[in-house]
């Protein structure tokens, strides 16, 4: 086959016009074939700094990990280049979401018969795969995963490194808008990593019309595609991997939260900052039925009116520190320094994290985090609530939990990994938030439930002033939270907050 791949046509057509996109062909621009640009790419590639040929329009960078950027990838010819932008934005394609990412793919294009695509995967094969080898001395063989990706307005793809059996080079080829600036968001930013984890952005790269990127998929290839904030651009591009000998990954990083009895047995808590709806016998019982039905509730209004106000506003002080958590392969949160919250704040936080609460979410919930010392048996089957000493001196915690105080700020989010699941453990986990008045789904920022190796979901738990929600999970089933997009800070939205606990 020819070196260059030619859009096709019938035999008895009439010839085509000079320029027309009938006679145009998409081909590797001449002077990334020459051996003395390979040469120096090849030299770049083993240099432990970055390397740059202007006159060339090549890049290979250094740190945090080595990639290799080639502009004007494809020779100058604007009408091929054009017909396959075309081609691939008349393909179907499939809105991906989870807690990793959100953008919209085709299927493989290495089974579609388009004229430009075809031509475009041909050249892929029989001249980017041979320089590539030639380049970073990869042992790649002829497999080639290749899809085109196109990412709209509050897309993203978050930190990962890309590994899989085989996958040894990864590449993306921009056909984004020639106007594309830094402004319109869509970066390809680089992670520095530090003992195999990811620490923070250390390189972005401005997608850019006709440039070509590559990189080794490593332990260390931690790269993510920042939020794209154009709302009338499109970040379109054909991506894909090289395949080749697998290599040995370190296994992955996995914290674990650490679980402890309650903090207070003192049992005036609840009165003092709960709805006494919610103390009544009758409407305990029933809400208890409600939840052992569906495994999950919300209840509006949880907190007394004056004390819930008091939070939000004590929440807001600049006083309280916000500590940006990770590491953002796992996630990216801000979560409170505990010594920094203001009385009440901190008030409430122990409230949760109560005996007095313990009993009460047993008696709500039916799950045994307390029990009848005279007869062993939970608190959920005992006829009163534990809010005067009299009615819980007869009880003793048998759970434990993990909380904290977590500011929703626009980039943060979790993710979920296999690991994550834990055979044989139930957790209730319970939510509160404070403050995001017109908090909606296309915001992000719920909390979204699924099953291990599932992708639909099971649940989710939207921001709701003022209300608790609780969900009572087995160990395979994994929540995450979903990223939060620039929505938060253009809708001016306000501060969202939230205290999270689980329950075991």
């Given at each position: 086959?020819?070196?260059?791949a030619?859009?096709?046509?019938?035999?008895?057509?009439?010839?085509?016009?000079?320029?027309?996109?009938?006679?145009?062909?998409l081909?590797?621009?001449?002077?990334?074939?020459?051996?003395?640009?390979?040469?120096?790419?090849?030299?770049?590639?083993?240099?432990?700094?970055?390397?740059?040929?202007?006159?060339?329009?090549?890049?290979?960078?250094?740190?945090?990990?080595?990639?290799?950027?080639?502009?004007?990838?494809?020779?100058?010819?604007?009408?091929?280049?054009?017909?396959?932008?075309?081609?691939?934005?008349?393909?179907?394609?499939?809105?991906?979401?989870n807690?990793l990412?959100?953008?919209?793919?085709?299927?493989?294009?290495?089974?579609?018969?388009?004229?430009?695509?075809?031509?475009?995967?041909d050249?892929?094969?029989?001249?980017?795969?041979?320089?590539?080898?030639e380049?970073?001395?990869?042992?790649?063989?002829?497999?080639?995963?290749?899809?085109?990706?196109?990412?709209?307005?509050?897309?993203?793809?978050?930190c990962?490194?890309?590994?899989?059996?085989?996958?040894?080079?990864?590449?993306?080829y921009?056909?984004?808008?020639p106007?594309?600036?830094?402004?319109?968001?869509?970066?390809?930013?680089?992670f520095?990593?530090?003992?195999?984890?990811?620490?923070?952005?250390?390189?972005?790269?401005?997608?850019?019309?006709?440039?070509?990127?590559f990189?080794?998929?490593?332990?260390?290839?931690?790269?993510?595609?920042?939020?794209?904030?154009?709302?009338?651009?499109?970040?379109?591009?054909?991506?894909?991997?090289?395949?080749?000998?697998?290599?040995?990954?370190?296994?992955?990083?996995?914290?674990?939260?650490?679980?402890?009895?309650?903090?207070?047995?003192?049992?005036?808590?609840?009165?003092k900052?709960?709805?006494?709806?919610?103390l009544?016998?009758g409407?305990?019982?029933?809400?208890?039925e409600?939840?052992?039905?569906?495994?999950?509730?919300?209840?509006?209004?949880?907190?007394?009116?004056?004390?819930?106000?008091?939070?939000?506003?004590?929440?807001?002080?600049?006083?309280?520190?916000w500590?940006?958590?990770?590491?953002?392969?796992?996630?990216?949160?801000?979560?409170?320094?505990m010594?920094?919250?203001?009385a009440?704040?901190?008030?409430?936080f122990?409230?949760?994290?109560?005996?007095?609460?313990?009993?009460?979410?047993?008696?709500?919930?039916?799950v045994?985090l307390?029990?009848?010392?005279?007869?062993n048996?939970?608190?959920?089957?005992?006829?009163?609530?534990?809010?005067t000493s009299?009615?819980s001196?007869?009880?003793?915690?048998?759970?434990?939990?993990?909380?904290?105080?977590?500011?929703?700020?626009?980039?943060?989010?979790t993710?979920?990994y296999?690991?994550?699941?834990?055979?044989?453990?139930?957790t209730?986990?319970?939510?509160?938030?404070?403050?995001?008045?017109?908090?909606?789904?296309?915001?992000?920022?719920?909390?979204c439930?699924?099953?291990?190796?599932?992708?639909?979901?099971?649940?989710?738990v939207?921001?709701?002033?003022?209300?608790?929600?609780?969900?009572?999970?087995?160990?395979?089933?994994?929540?995450?939270?979903?990223?939060?997009?620039?929505?938060?800070?253009?809708?001016?939205?306000?501060?969202?907050?939230?205290?999270?606990?689980?329950?075991?």
């Amino acid at each position: 086959m020819k070196r260059s791949a030619y859009l096709a046509h019938s035999p008895s057509a009439s010839p085509s016009k000079k320029g027309s996109k009938e006679s145009s062909r998409l081909s590797l621009r001449t002077s990334l074939s020459t051996k003395e640009l390979k040469k120096q790419l090849t030299h770049g590639w083993k240099a432990s700094a970055s390397v740059s040929f202007k006159e060339e329009k090549v890049e290979v960078i250094g740190d945090p990990f080595r990639v290799c950027l080639l502009e004007d990838f494809l020779d100058d010819d604007d009408d091929a280049i054009e017909g396959l932008k075309e081609e691939l934005m008349k393909l179907k394609l499939h809105q991906k979401s989870n807690d990793l990412y959100q953008f919209k793919q085709s299927s493989d294009l290495n089974g579609m018969k388009q004229p430009m695509i075809s031509a475009f995967r041909d050249e892929l094969k029989e001249n980017c795969l041979p320089l590539i080898k030639e380049v970073t001395g990869i042992p790649l063989n002829d497999t080639i995963d290749l899809t085109c990706s196109k990412y709209d307005y509050t897309d993203t793809l978050l930190c990962h490194d890309d590994r899989l059996e085989g996958r040894r080079i990864a590449f993306i080829y921009y056909l984004t808008p020639p106007t594309w600036t830094l402004e319109d968001g869509g970066q390809l930013d680089l992670f520095i990593s530090k003992d195999g984890i990811p620490v923070e952005v250390t390189k972005s790269i401005v997608p850019k019309w006709n440039s070509f990127i590559f990189f080794e998929v490593s332990p260390i290839s931690f790269h993510q595609v920042r939020e794209v904030t154009s709302a009338s651009k499109s970040r379109l591009s054909v991506n894909g991997w090289f395949h080749g000998p697998s290599i040995a990954y370190p296994e992955r990083d996995k914290t674990t939260p650490t679980f402890a009895p309650p903090i207070s047995n003192e049992v005036d808590f609840l009165g003092k900052w709960v709805n006494p709806l919610y103390l009544d016998v009758g409407v305990a019982s029933q809400v208890k039925e409600d939840f052992q039905e569906d495994s999950q509730i919300e209840l509006p209004n949880f907190l007394l009116d004056d004390k819930f106000e008091a939070v939000c506003d004590a929440l807001k002080m600049k006083s309280v520190k916000w500590k940006l958590t990770g590491p953002p392969n796992r996630r990216k949160l801000h979560i409170a320094d505990m010594n920094t919250l203001p009385a009440v704040a901190r008030e409430c936080f122990e409230l949760f994290n109560s005996s007095a609460f313990y009993l009460l979410l047993s008696q709500l919930t039916g799950v045994d985090l307390a029990r009848d010392t005279a007869t062993n048996e939970t608190s959920s089957s005992s006829t009163s609530l534990p809010v005067t000493s009299e009615c819980s001196s007869d009880f003793e915690v048998c759970g434990t939990g993990s909380g904290c105080v977590q500011s929703m700020q626009p980039g943060d989010y979790t993710l979920l990994y296999d690991d994550d699941v834990e055979e044989d453990v139930f957790t209730l986990d319970a939510y509160i938030y404070f403050g995001g008045e017109g908090w909606s789904t296309d915001v992000g920022g719920y909390m979204c439930y699924v099953a291990s190796g599932e992708e639909e979901d099971l649940l989710t738990v939207t921001p709701s002033r003022n209300t608790l929600s609780l969900v009572y999970r087995e160990g395979d089933t994994l929540r995450f939270l979903k990223y939060i997009n620039v929505r938060a800070t253009e809708r001016e939205i306000g501060t969202l907050n939230m205290m999270s606990f689980m329950y075991r």
